[in-house]
């Protein structure tokens, strides 16, 4: 169990000092009573949290909480600051405000009657532990990141997280009380995506993601695919309708193609026609002509 109390600060960093802007500058460096053997933490994993120290933090004028390597439980009645050290993880953390679900605004989370406060967090890390400053203004509801003792941006204070696999925005991971009605409504899907973020390797769900990206291009295929076989099926239908009107088509053409072929043929016949006609009149006048003759030669000379 976390114990809450202003007990001495147990950290890697000392000799503090603090300067007229209420800044602290670090020199030299201790081992933690904790560590053990070449100074590993005994058991703490990378991104364990040592220490949190809160000044001017809602509830907490000054407190120092030191977390153990395995389940701590902070016990207390009503308004005695659980959910305090909770928004003071997640703040300190770079988290938002929106996690919460609580103040939007961060200078909200300054004890009522102070210009600041500050939250600062010791992470367990191999070779050197990590400590990370956040100071809160309520004027302008800015914040002033510090990373083991130096000045830094958000942006730095949330790689340096991120590279602990400390993931606040994750409700598997951190779960703020406001946030349980939010975490059961979370779909099958959500959560294991939660989880895969949480407790997996980075690619884990980057290979999810692919998985679900090849997944959907697979779905669109499929329905190209039975499109493409239902256009299909109903050309085949479609062309058996036509099937009878190609066939009239052709017999039709091949009429047609008859008729040109006769219509060209017609003057040859013709001619054949009259022709014949004309050698049977030229007979027929042969004819005529040997029976004149006939009869001329019968007939004696007058």
């Excluded at 407790?199 to 990206?213: A, D, I, Q, R, S």
């Amino acid at each position: 169990m976390a114990s809450v109390g202003k007990r001495k600060r147990v950290s890697n960093v000392t000799n503090t000092q603090t300067s007229n802007n209420g800044a602290r500058s670090y020199s030299g460096i201790k081992t933690d009573p904790r560590a053990v053997g070449d100074g590993k933490m005994a058991g703490f994993v990378e991104g364990s949290i040592l220490c949190i120290t809160m000044q001017n933090f809602l509830t907490y004028d000054h407190s120092i909480v030191h977390p153990g390597p395995n389940l701590n439980m902070i016990v207390g009645a009503n308004g005695t600051g659980k959910s305090s050290i909770v928004c003071a993880i997640c703040l300190g953390l770079a988290g938002k405000t929106a996690i919460l679900g609580r103040g939007d605004k961060v200078g909200l989370y300054v004890k009522r009657g102070c210009n600041k406060g500050s939250v600062e967090i010791e992470l367990y890390k191999a070779g050197a532990n990590l400590v990370i400053n956040r100071e809160i203004h309520v004027e302008n509801n800015q914040s002033v990141w510090m990373l083991n003792g130096r000045h830094s941006s958000q942006k730095a204070v949330e790689e340096e997280v991120k590279a602990l696999q400390i993931q606040v925005s994750n409700l598997c991971q951190f779960l703020p009380q406001e946030k349980v009605g939010e975490f059961a409504k979370m779909t099958k899907i959500e959560l294991l995506e939660a989880t895969e973020k949480s407790v997996g390797p980075p690619e884990m769900y980057e290979f999810h993601c692919e998985l679900k990206t090849f997944r959907t291009k697979e779905r669109e295929l499929e329905n190209v695919c039975k499109e493409k076989a239902s256009a299909l099926e109903k050309f085949k239908q479609r062309n058996e309708r036509n099937k009878h009107d190609v066939e009239r088509y052709y017999e039709k053409k091949r009429h047609l193609d008859m008729i040109k072929m006769l219509e060209k043929k017609k003057p040859w016949v013709e001619y054949e026609t009259a022709r014949k006609e004309l050698e049977g009149v030229k007979k027929e006048r042969e004819n005529a002509k040997k029976q004149l003759k006939t009869v001329r030669e019968s007939q004696p000379p007058r």
